[in-house]
């Protein structure tokens, strides 16, 4: 079973609107992190938003907030009032346990345009 | 400012050739490293996990002996694309985990990546 799966290959959005980005995921573990990137055409991966499988609360880092629902094992981005510059390739990844070695395991991606 | 450099950018050489890229922590030590090779509009593939001071582990498929990982210091990881040819024609990235024992909230931190193209 994919560990990770996103099912919006590409999304579209209007400036200045929200915008929600869907992943799911699977796993055993009772301790995992839950994270997004943001990929732009040029290649580097950004590090947007974290969500410990401990968390009670949603993580938010300005525009971006998180979805956590642990029992549906969703981990939804949202971004707030979507800017041109937000158009890009996004990833939902994790990482199971505790230690250094433990891989990351990312999603399709979703690609996303923002509309003028 | 960047944590992780990864040098070259990019790099177009010939079939037969042998190529090495660089992924350095800047600011940190990273007992852990990972390389990944991306196709085009498609997700990370994970390569192998490179830990300081020993043998990168690699994922099923990835041949070891084509894609040798040296991991030789804290801050330096190197992946050699040897006798490179036009199908390893690809997006190679790194990324690196701050500290010994890092806690499952640290993100990786990603190198701007590697363009190589095989003639």
């Known amino acids: 079973a994919q560990k990770i799966t996103q099912t919006q290959p590409g999304m579209f959005v209007q400036e200045k609107e929200a915008v929600t980005l869907d992943c799911t995921y699977d796993?055993?573990?009772?301790?995992?992190?839950l994270f997004w990137y943001k990929q732009p055409s040029s290649g580097e991966m950004i590090f947007l938003i974290y969500?410990?499988?401990?968390?009670?609360q949603n993580a938010t880092e300005g525009r971006y907030s998180l979805n956590f629902q642990k029992a549906r094992k969703s981990a939804n981005l949202v971004i707030s009032a979507s800017q041109l510059g937000d158009s890009a390739m996004y990833f939902c990844?994790?990482?199971?346990?505790?230690?250094?070695?433990?891989?990351?395991?990312f999603g399709s991606g979703t690609k996303l345009n923002v509309k003028p | 400012g960047a944590v992780v450099s990864q040098h070259p950018s990019w790099v177009i050489c010939k079939s037969g050739t042998s190529v090495k890229i660089e992924c350095r922590s800047l600011?940190?030590?990273?007992?852990?490293m990972f390389w990944y090779r991306q196709f085009p509009k498609q997700s990370l593939m994970l390569m192998a996990t490179?830990?300081?001071?020993?043998?990168?582990?690699?994922e099923q498929g990835v041949e070891k002996d084509k894609f040798l990982i040296n991991h030789a210091s804290l801050t330096l990881s190197t992946l050699t694309v040897t006798s490179a040819h036009p199908e390893d024609s690809s997006f190679y990235i790194c990324?690196?985990?701050?500290?010994?024992?890092?806690?499952?909230?640290?993100?990786?931190?990603f190198g701007d990546g590697t363009r190589l193209s095989i003639l």
């Open positions: 796993t055993s573990d009772q301790s995992y992190g």
């Open positions: 490179s830990n300081e001071g020993s043998k990168a582990t690699y």
């Open positions: 990324s690196a985990l701050r500290g010994v024992f890092t806690q499952s909230h640290q993100p990786q931190h």
């Open positions: 990844a994790m990482r199971e346990g505790l230690y250094n070695f433990n891989k990351f395991y």
């Open positions: 600011d940190f030590q990273a007992t852990t």
């Open positions: 969500q410990g499988s401990y968390d009670e």
